[in-house]
Structure formats: C-alpha cells, structure tokens
C-alpha cells in the first residue's frame, strides 16, 4: 500500500490569506499562476504573444482553465537573455498591463519585474503583485517602492544574473544558502515594511540540474520558514535536460515535478500549462480528502 505523509499538506493549507490591492488570495487550495510573456525571446513560448489581441485570447484561456493569477513578463530571463533597459520594459509592458485589465477587472495581475519604476508604474495601471528574480538586488530601493505600494512582492532566488547564472554556479548547499538567502532578505522586506512575502526558489536561476533536484529534494525547508512557497517548474531544462527532450515535450515532467513541489508544501505553481497545473492540484486535493477521511 502506498502511504502519503499529508504533514506538509496541513501545514501548507491552514488559513492563508493575501491582500492583492484589495483582491483576497486565499492558498488554503494551491494556487496556478499562468504565464504570459509579451517578450520576443522568452525560452519556451518566446514571440508568441507580441499583440494586444494575441496576450487577451491566452490571458481568457489562462482563466477558463483555472488560473488564478496572471504573471506578466515584459523581460526574458532566460540564460544570456537581452536586457532591454528601461524604457524598453515599459513600452512592452504598459499597454499589455491596461488592456488586460481594461477586460478582466477582477483576476489578480503579477507583474514580472526587478525596477522600482516598473513596478510603481505596474501598480498604478492596476497590477496587484510584484514577481521580482532578483529579490530587491537589482537595484537600490525596490523594497522601499513594493513597500509604498502596499501589494505582495514574490522574492526569488538567483545566483548570478541572467547574463551569466548558468555559468558553473556553485554551492556548498544549495538548500541552505537558499534558505539563508530567504531569511535575509525576508527580514529586510518586513524591515521596510512589506507585508504580504511569497518565496520562490528559482529552479533554473543560477542552479545545475543538481543543485535543482536537491533544491526540491528539500522544499520542505524553504515550507518550514512559515510563508507561501511558489514553484516555477514549468518545461525548465532540469527536465530537459534529464528526459532528452526539448521545452516542447516537456510538459509530462512538468507535471510529475509540479506535483512532487505540492507534496512538499508548495502553494502556488508558476506554469505555462494551466489547465494541467490545476488537474494536479485537483487530484492532490482530492487524495487529500479521503486520506484524512481515514
């Protein structure tokens, strides 16, 4: 007989509410954050949605499927990705951000970005959540910016920058530095007064495909620090790189990953595949049902 341990699942699900600039996210049932890049480079669907009628068809997909977050990306982070500058950003971003808000008022809108003028800007066209790669290191007064805005601000890990993260990254222990990593600057954050903290561990960011399956090996850790963990799993080459297979063919893996990350306490799942990310949570949730029934 197969045994699941719901410990996590328990401590993963008590009452966990966040304040998305007055839109309640409750994580007691996992959330799926649907990716939207608007950019022209991004690994997996890169160029695939560059115009406005383009990102309101796959944002109204992303939301029939499930999703109860949009994350939008105006920047490609992928290994040795272009930064397009300031300015750049905003141009991409801007008109994307209002026309989806302009059609869906009341799903929660992420923005995707590590400049405090982005996000400054992000907010007042109606973002509700800042998603930042580089944790409030990029650039000096990123917290101080998601602080005044008074919205959720995801904390990821990355070792490096994009430019060159993957360029024999190296750590004594990855779980440890990562969690380290997430008590400093979680202290910070609540220092300079932001309220709602999300950590994400940065699968990919600056990790080997070892360091990657030690990482969720023991996501447990990162659960224990008593905030919502998000994982973005989805068709990264950890799973490419072990299966043999491109972005593309990935999406099975995804879903065995994305799984596993659940299991662990994760909360919300960063994915381009909504509607499977959401029959994972459904499924778990449903096994979790009759196991406590027992």
Known sequence: MIKVNFHNFA??????????????LDLAVP??????????????????????GSQLKQVERMLDEGARIIDIGAVSTRPGAVEPGHK??????????????????????????YRPL??????????DMINDVYGGRFETGMME??????VPYIIMHMKGNPQNMQENPSYSDVVAEVCYFFEKQTAEARQKGIKGIILDPGFGFGKSVEHNYRL???LERLTSLEMPVLVGLSRKSMICKVLAVSPGNALNGTTVLQTIA????????????????????DLLETLKKYSNEQ
């Not at 959330?31 to 406005?52: E, H, K, Q, R, W």
């Not at 994760?266 to 509607?275: F, N, P």
């Open 11 to 24: 401590k993963k699900n008590s009452l966990r509410v966040i304040n998305c600039n007055g839109k309640l």
């Open 31 to 52: 959330a799926v954050m649907g990716i939207l890049n608007i950019t022209p480079d991004s690994f997996f669907d890169g160029g695939s949605y560059l115009t406005t």
């Open 88 to 113: 750049g950003e905003l141009e991409r971003l801007l008109p994307s951000l209002k026309a989806i808000r302009r059609n869906f008022p009341s799903v929660i809108l992420s923005v995707d970005t």
């Open 118 to 127: 982005i996000a400054r800007a992000a907010v007042e066209e109606g973002a």
């Open 145 to 150: 910016m998601v602080a005044s805005l008074n």
């Open 216 to 218: 969720l090996s023991g």
């Open 262 to 281: 659940l299991m662990k306490g994760a909360c919300i799942l960063r994915s381009h595949d909504v509607k499977e990310a959401v029959e994972t949570v």
